[in-house]
């Protein structure tokens, strides 16, 4: 009898941790994500959107044929295998099977050529300058798109599948002026649905029966609800509150230490895309001179950036290219180690003396003190900070570096449309495939060449790289590139920054993808988080 | 009475007038232009110039301006630069909840800065005189963001009473919709309140100390009137008139406050659509906001005066 009741509570003991481990498994589905956004989207429409916020958003409710791993390397996702030829001028996208869009319709090669033929015919967006280069379009079957270029050029799909989210024909197609659509029922392809929003307020998406980047199927989550939170203390405040649960915005590193001590909070890190760098005006009188830049270059304390003015959140960038695409970055290019011993023997050598006795060097033509300016957006606290390192390094090798903080349109106005300055401080957000962007921000005749560089020799390796017909070709310009720029020294890349970003523990299975534009809230993401 | 409305409604197109085309000015001597906020760095100068042409910043400034002047005839506002939508409906879906904070914070104010001021002017020179005066000093010279958070910190996260951020919660209904709604008000009607008070204060005990020296009160007194009816009926009465003129005019200084308190408290206003347009250099938004603006004080200033009028037979109309 004893032995019955033994066996009998052993089973009931099985069975309650069974029956537990079972309704844990079915706890993952059901529950509701609030996240933190600073503004609204610029737009509802996927053509038109053009910030981070719109991008948090609409990522989730309409599909792009790549998307970026958590190793920053672009990867399929509606579609189901890219190829390109051996001589680089044909792309061939197939399409996953079985995907439809939110009203039954299904996805079909023709949207996805579509899309590209209004990006465009319109010009909706800079990545619409990619298609220059495709001489025809074939949509051999329902699933396939091909694309034939006129020469090879690698950055075509990169940019395309990446950047451009595509749209249902049968619903597009019927819009008379795509500018002014406001896409207020949007009817997309993605983990989550829009339902409701109000502006200014909240924006509320509900999950999908099915979708295929789901670790079980379909999202786990009911509803993911973003809220708008303009002010970031606020925002935390929302957040250790329990009001959101995520924040899709970056946290700054007092909050962020705040709450990696609270454990009802985790708190990831990820590094931008983009790097900070201090750009060189050769129209300057004294920045011509490619050994005062070297000069400047070897006194610039990086580590003492990354340390103080970032707080650790930052990492170093030597080359052209974001350490975070590893794969392009020649390692034997470096920018000089730093030695304001070294800065100092640069310049005398080159005639650079302090011949006046004040403090300053004078130029070893004019005789005049070498004295220059800094232009950067004053209400960036980091670039701030930079700043102010920058000045004492300049001053630590006999040069003068006058700060002047400006408000960012006046920045972007002195920069982009007048270029006037002598050295900016400035950004990049996002500069992602590394054989056309090169081209885009240095070469002789782009418009973000606001340094006014010629330099025939980096000229020819962008050149190259930008229309190379296969891997190699493209590396071996990329390489010589990099090896040039560190020569010339047109900017110094100074960091790569690290964005902190936060969520409650109650939530789980997040995946934190590079920059700030993917985070916690890529698609890839939210599709597997779940609530505890 | 007629001719002299006509004359003050004259005067208030005038104005406004003026208003319109010293903010459109204003506006247009910002550095920069919007293109270079919006557009991404990466777009091509074809595209750059082609967005500037489609929101008409092509043309010379007169020429924008006489179309835009044309426009505003037409009761047409114009269209947001960034959200792509007509501005009046960008206006419309947040003004309501501007009206809420403020004529909550108005009456507010009033009921407790009235009363106060009162009795500082009655108290004159008492410690509960001084008292009454530093408080609402410090509530003048505060900074809204730091007292916005404070209270958010205290009184939403430490003690957490009321909530954080927004209009209300998305998904509340009924009755629940109500009490939630009130709920996000608290904070933010207190914020302001603090810092308006001051406001009413010194006005109404500025007025109540000149009305109390006045002959007419010492008449009443000596008539053997309860002191309690001489304050409030005789003084009270003839010290409010200065603080109506005052409650009209503070409605402009009111939307400063509300850019920052709508901001912090996330909520959905016109003030905070103000803050963001700022950052965006949305033109259309801005125009149109500060339109709106204009109208309602040079109203407010009209209303005023005939209330004014009303309330003080010394004041001659023609």
Do not use: C
Request: a negative charge.
């Amino acid at each position: 009898m004893k032995r019955y009741l033994t066996l009998f509570l052993v089973l009931v003991l099985v069975g309650t941790l069974f029956s537990g481990v079972i309704a844990a498994q079915e706890d993952k589905f059901g529950g509701n994500l609030n996240i933190g956004i600073t503004t609204d989207p610029d737009s509802l429409n996927p053509f038109i959107s053009n910030d981070r916020i719109g991008s948090w958003i609409l990522n989730n409710i309409y599909p792009t044929l790549m998307v970026m791993n958590e190793n920053a390397v672009k990867v399929p996702y509606i579609a189901d295998k890219i190829n390109t030829s051996d001589d680089g001028t044909q792309v061939v996208v197939k399409l996953k099977e079985g995907l439809e869009w939110q009203d039954g319709t299904p996805l079909t090669s023709a949207d996805v050529k579509f899309t590209g033929e209004i990006l465009y015919e319109e010009k909706l967006q800079w990545q619409a300058d990619v298609f220059d280069e495709v001489e025809s379009v074939e949509t051999p079957d329902e699933l396939t798109v091909v694309y034939n270029l006129k020469r090879p050029y690698p950055g075509f799909i990169g940019t395309f599948g990446f950047w451009q989210r595509i749209v249902p024909k049968h619903i597009f197609s019927e819009i008379e002026n795509i500018r002014e659509f406001t896409n207020k029922n949007p009817v997309g392809l993605g983990p989550f649905q829009l339902v409701e929003f109000k502006r200014g307020q909240y924006y509320t998406l509900e999950s999908v029966d099915e979708w295929f980047d789901s670790p079980e199927g379909r999202p786990y989550l009911n509803k993911v609800t973003f809220r708008v939170y303009p002010d970031v203390n606020t925002m935390v405040l929302a957040l250790q509150r329990g009001e959101i649960d995520l924040t899709a915005k970056d946290i700054p590193r007092s909050q962020a230490k705040q709450l990696e001590q609270d454990p009802n909070f985790e708190v990831v890190q990820t590094p931008s895309l983009g790097f900070v760098y201090m750009g060189f005006n050769y129209n300057n009188k004294f920045l011509d001179d490619i050994k005062l830049r070297q000069a400047i270059a070897t006194g610039v304390d990086r580590e003492k950036i990354i340390g103080m003015a970032l707080q650790g959140d930052g990492r170093l960038i030597d080359t052209g290219i974001s350490p975070v695409y590893e794969e392009y970055v020649n390692p034997e290019a470096k920018l000089p180690e730093y030695s304001p011993q070294g800065a100092k023997a640069i310049l005398s050598q080159a005639g650079y003396e302090d011949t006046d006795g004040n403090g300053i060097v004078n130029d070893p033509e004019s005789g005049e003190d070498v004295v220059l300016e800094m232009i950067y957006d004053g209400n960036d606290i980091y670039l701030k900070k930079t700043a102010q390192i920058l000045a004492e390094n300049y001053k630590d090798i006999g040069l003068r570096l006058n700060l002047k903080p400006l408000e960012k349109s006046t920045y972007s106005d002195l920069l982009f449309n007048q270029k006037k300055f002598d050295v900016n401080l400035g950004g990049w957000g996002i500069i992602d495939e590394a054989s056309d962007s090169m081209y885009t921000l240095y070469h002789s005749t782009a418009y973000l060449n606001f340094m006014s560089l010629e330099s025939d020799r980096l000229d020819r390796y962008m050149e190259n790289a930008r229309f190379a017909s296969n891997k190699e070709v493209m590396m071996d310009n990329l390489y010589a590139f990099q090896q040039e720029f560190v020569r010339e020294m047109p900017v110094v890349t100074l960091y790569v920054q690290d964005y902190n970003f936060a969520y409650s523990n109650d939530f789980g299975g997040f995946t934190v993808y590079p920059s700030d534009l993917k985070g916690l809230v890529d698609p890839q993401s939210l599709s597997g988080v779940y609530k505890k | 009475m007629t001719n002299y409305i006509i004359k003050r409604i004259i005067r208030g197109i005038i104005t406004l007038l003026i208003a319109v085309s010293v903010t459109f000015l204003i506006l247009r001597f910002m550095p920069g232009d919007p293109t270079t906020i919006m557009l991404d760095p990466r777009m091509n100068e074809a595209a750059r110039a082609r967005l500037l042409k489609e929101f008409g910043l092509d043309k010379s400034l007169i020429v924008q301006y006489f179309l835009y002047i044309r426009q505003l005839l037409k009761g047409d506002l114009g269209y947001s630069f960034i959200y792509r939508t007509p501005v009046t409906q960008v206006i419309l879906s947040r003004l309501p909840w501007t009206l809420l904070l403020m004529g909550l914070t108005q009456v507010v104010t009033m009921l407790i800065g009235i009363p106060l001021g009162v009795i500082a002017g009655y108290r004159k020179g008492t410690l509960l005189d001084h008292l009454i005066n530093a408080f609402t000093i410090f509530g003048i010279s505060v900074f809204i963001p730091w007292l916005g958070i404070t209270l958010l910190y205290f009184f939403g996260y430490r003690i957490p009473i009321f909530p954080i951020g927004g209009a209300y919660t998305p998904g509340v209904e009924g009755i629940t919709y109500l009490k939630d709604v009130f709920m996000h008000l608290v904070l933010p009607v207190l914020t302001l309140t603090l810092i308006y008070l001051a406001n009413y204060v010194l006005y109404m005990r500025a007025s109540m100390v000149d009305v109390l020296s006045e002959d007419y009160i010492r008449t009443a007194r000596s008539k053997g009137v309860t002191e309690n009816t001489v304050v409030w009926k005789h003084a009270v009465r003839n010290a409010l008139i200065p603080t109506v003129t005052m409650a009209g005019l503070l409605l402009g200084r009111m939307v400063s406050g509300a850019v920052l308190t709508e901001t912090i408290f996330s909520f959905p206003g016109v003030g905070r659509m103000i803050y963001e347009a700022v950052g965006q250099q949305d033109f259309p938004v801005l125009q149109g906001a500060f339109l709106i603006l204009a109208i309602s004080v040079i109203a407010m200033n009209i209303l005023t005066d005939l209330i004014y009028a009303y309330l003080d037979p010394r004041v001659q109309l023609n």
